[in-house]
């Protein structure tokens, strides 16, 4: 079998490897975490973490500061209307210490069940 048919067959295996995510009929791409983040000096990281409640969509945006950076409502309302103008989507924020960001690798987790 050539190398080619072997690699197909190893990515259907696999299923997708990249972290785009459709939310509420919006691809949200892991590029736009990272913009949300130069955009808000204070954040450290940021990830976004999309469940789904019956047929809504939900996306928490996780929040670290950097160590200068206090946590409160005027930042998170900074961090919502700044995260809607680059992916035209609302969210909620939560901010999280470095040490409970689940797969720190991962810019978008999708936890949403698919029956």
């Not at 259907?12 to 975490?33: A, I």
């Not at 990830?47 to 996306?59: A, C, S």
């Not at 960001?101 to 991962?106: A, F, R, S, Y």
């Amino acid at each position: 079998m050539p190398l080619r048919a072997h690699l197909l067959t190893l990515l259907k295996l696999v299923g997708r490897v990249d972290q785009v995510t459709k939310v509420k009929g919006m691809f949200v791409h892991p590029e736009q975490v990272t913009q949300l983040a130069g955009k808000v000096p204070v954040i450290a990281s940021a990830q976004f973490v999309v469940t789904r409640t019956e047929h809504d969509d939900h996306m928490e945006m996780r929040i670290v500061l950097k160590e200068s950076a206090a946590a409160s409502d005027a930042l998170a309302a900074r961090i919502v209307e700044t995260a809607r103008e680059i992916t035209r989507l609302r969210g909620e924020v939560r901010f999280v210490a470095a040490a409970e960001v689940e797969e720190p690798e991962k810019k978008i987790i999708d936890k949403r069940k698919w029956d």
